[in-house]
């Protein structure tokens, strides 16, 4: 009953400006989508839920520091808007969903017992983050998997919150980097884009 998110949000995306101006300005154009084995929500459109600041930020660390074995695809970074319908959501700050992603895991993990396959894992960097989430992208996939083989409505979305960064003060409940983010499956969910404007002061 309340598995579709009603009303609409804004997203953002780091990108390149040529890239931003490109989808905003060409009709039909659209982003391709990510299909890393590491993708932390599966693969799909990624978009930063309400936080302009940290998708600009992101696209000045993809510029700096392009992922290894990946052509630097950001000279200019930039951020383009979106408009969000999410539809039917695998949204992972409800616990019904919650309860969807583990029986994803447990499945997962009995199809790799049964096949003497090595389960993917999350890697954690020097700072303790998990910025690599094999595992957890494999688990979201495995959910998109098992509703196509029980005939299931497939999910227009995936929504989750990362806590990321350092804290913002000692023994403090929050990071620097702190997030929604969202992986749009289902390209219709993105209902426009647009170019931010930036606001006086």
């Not at 695998?90 to 090595?118: A, I, W």
């Not at 998997?145 to 913002?168: A, H, I």
């Not at 929050?174 to 969910?189: L, P």
Request: with cysteine.
């Amino acid at each position: 009953m309340y598995s579709r998110r009603s009303g609409l949000i804004l997203g953002f995306h780091g990108c390149d400006k040529a890239v931003r101006d490109k989808i905003v300005c060409k009709k039909g154009e659209i982003l391709k989508p990510s299909e890393n084995d590491w993708d932390w929500l599966g693969h799909g459109i990624y978009f930063w839920e309400n936080n302009h600041e940290r998708v600009l930020q992101f696209a000045h660390e993809l510029k700096d520091n392009p992922p290894k074995g990946k052509e630097n695809l950001i000279s200019e970074p930039a951020v383009l808007g979106v408009i969000i319908d999410l539809g039917y959501c695998l949204d992972l700050l409800d616990s019904k969903f919650l309860d969807v992603v583990k029986v994803g895991y447990e499945f997962l993990c009995n199809t790799h017992k049964n096949f003497e396959t090595v389960l993917p894992v999350n890697i954690i960097n020097k700072k303790g983050e998990l910025l690599r989430r094999n595992l957890d992208c494999a688990v979201i996939q495995t959910v998109h998997q098992m509703n196509l083989n029980l005939k299931k409505p497939e999910y227009d979305s995936v929504r989750g919150v990362f806590f990321e960064g350092e804290d913002l003060y000692e023994n403090a409940g929050f990071k620097e980097k702190n997030h929604i983010q969202i992986a749009i499956r289902n390209q219709n969910c993105i209902k426009g884009f647009f170019i931010p404007r930036e606001f006086d002061e």
